[in-house]
């Protein structure tokens, strides 16, 4: 890739919140009640999300018009963290369940998914608000995770707690390989002067 071409690239890095798409076209039936990620911040055209987060899930996200930086990380074993609030006091069988790895369903087939790493948090994280109101520990108790994975299936965290007997209320990408979201709020938005990969 010549200089020139690098210098047009543009990257950022996001907190995509809450009852977003991770995209910014949506051609699907409902598409006028969807939330795209064009509204949080005036994107250079040809913009793309790297890998995505579901609808319902947030956190650390990023967008770049290079689509070979695209490809590299989303085929790249960067690790991926998220903060899990799951319902239920999570027992240590279902973390080590978790870790070992467990079979799951995706794409209409099983699937077994990696070890990976799961820790239990002692205290609720500082994470900031999010605009549709969980479930608390007042219906009964809940529990806060960490779960870390070099994969990512489609809804692969949400799958995996069900598994077990946990659903996940609330899901939150923190850390992507040495990125971490640190004190970003909902909706950031932070052009990068370099690309991803030479952060994570």
């Known amino acids: 890739m010549s200089l020139e071409t690098t210098a047009q690239q ?7 919140p809450y009852g977003y798409l991770s995209q910014f076209i949506n051609n699907g039936p409902k598409q006028g009640k969807k939330k795209l990620l064009g ?8 913009v793309m999300a790297i890998g995505r987060l579901d ?19 989303n085929s790249s074993q960067f690790e991926k963290e998220y903060y899990a609030l799951v319902d239920g006091a999570i027992s240590a069988e279902a973390i080590q369940k978790l870790k070992n790895g467990i079979e799951i369903g995706f794409d209409g087939k099983k699937y077994q998914t990696k070890p990976c790493k799961v820790t239990l ?20 108790p809940v529990t806060w995770i960490s779960v ?8 692969q965290v949400r799958k995996m707690t069900s598994a077990v007997g946990f659903p996940t209320l609330r899901l939150v990408r923190v ?3 040495n990125m971490h979201i640190n004190k970003m709020k909902s909706g950031d938005v932070i052009p990068l002067n370099t690309s991803p990969i030479e952060i994570i």
């Open 55 to 73: 609808e319902k899930s947030e956190g650390l996200l990023f967008i770049t018009t290079d689509g070979k930086v695209s490809n590299r990380i």
């Open 121 to 140: 948090l002692n205290t609720e994280p500082n994470l900031p608000p999010r605009e549709k109101k969980i479930r608390d520990a007042r219906h009964g």
């Open 175 to 177: 850390r992507v390989g």
């Open 39 to 46: 509204a949080l911040y005036n994107f250079p055209e040809g």
């Open 10 to 16: 543009h990257h950022f890095v996001i907190y995509k």
């Open 148 to 155: 870390t994975l070099t994969e990512g299936k489609f809804r």
